[in-house]
């Protein structure tokens, strides 16, 4: 996994397949990362997602409420259609932002891209 | 027929999608049926593990049996665990015993969305068959 500080922004990037297993680490590590900064926001950068089940909509649950309870955002980028899809089944997309690549999702979060 | 014997750890789920994706694709799934029918094993042998057998990790087996009948590919998932209590419930969007894993709950919502048939036999103590159903239709 990358993790990136952009101002107040985390950006994580999970690699490979997010199933149960992987999810409590990628989970973990994003906390780990996002407790010892200052960040707000976290986007969740998908795109180099190979597969993903309802594991990975937990953990992604998990970091919205972490966002939220500090006052921030998450958002969620360069979604595959496979991702999407389950996204879409899990009614998630009504109350979590996403944006086509990273560089929007720090645009939506009112950070500078040129950091 | 494929019969595949898992000891009941998380990090095992990776390999029975291994052999579901590889199963199904002898048949010529779109690149859509092969995601759905490995997104839905992986769902119904999670549950297995973390549910049926509590996550205790070692020395319990999950079955996955995998048979076609034409272009009808069946996966079962068979645990000898715990069985579910109110499978009503358990079917329910959202609907976990274990939020603090981080659960989502939607593990039969997605089984029943991306399968043709979903059929759950649970006895409290005796353990629970997934019987998941994918027909592949007409080949591409």
């Known amino acids: 996994m990358n993790i990136k500080i952009n101002g107040k922004i985390l950006i994580a990037a999970p690699t490979g397949e997010i199933d149960h297993h992987a999810a409590e680490r990628f989970r ?3 906390d780990s990362a996002f407790e010892k900064s200052s960040c707000r926001h976290i986007i969740l950068d998908m795109k180099d997602v190979t597969f993903m089940d309802s594991s990975g909509i937990g953990m992604i649950i998990g ?4 966002a939220e309870s500090g006052g921030g955002k998450l958002t969620l980028s360069n979604m595959s259609e496979a991702v999407t899809k389950l996204f879409n089944i899990s009614g998630l997309a009504k ?4 944006a086509e690549n990273t560089q929007e999702a720090i645009i939506k979060l009112g950070g500078n891209i040129n950091d | 027929m494929i019969k595949l014997e ?5 990090e095992n789920v990776a390999m029975a999608r291994v052999v579901a994706s590889s199963f199904i694709t002898k048949f010529d799934p779109t690149v859509e049926q092969l995601t759905e029918f490995k997104t839905a094993v992986s769902e119904a042998v999670t549950n297995a593990i973390i549910h049926g057998y509590s996550d205790k990790r070692s020395g319990e087996f999950v079955t996955l049996t995998l048979s076609a009948k034409g272009r009808e590919i069946t996966a079962k998932i068979i645990d000898n665990g715990v069985g579910i209590e109110d499978v009503e419930a358990a ?17 039969f919502t997605v089984m029943e969305s991306f399968m043709s048939k979903v059929e759950i036999n649970s006895k409290k103590g005796e353990g629970t068959t997934i019987t ?5 239709g007409e080949q591409q």
């Open chain 1, 28 to 30: 973990a590590q994003i």
């Open chain 1, 95 to 98: 109350i979590i932002s996403r």
């Open chain 2, 6 to 10: 898992i000891e009941a750890l998380p």
């Open chain 2, 91 to 107: 079917k329910e969007p959202l609907f976990t015993t274990k939020p603090e894993m981080e659960r989502s709950g939607l593990g």
């Open chain 1, 63 to 66: 970091r919205y409420k972490k």
């Open chain 2, 132 to 136: 998941l159903v994918k027909e592949l």
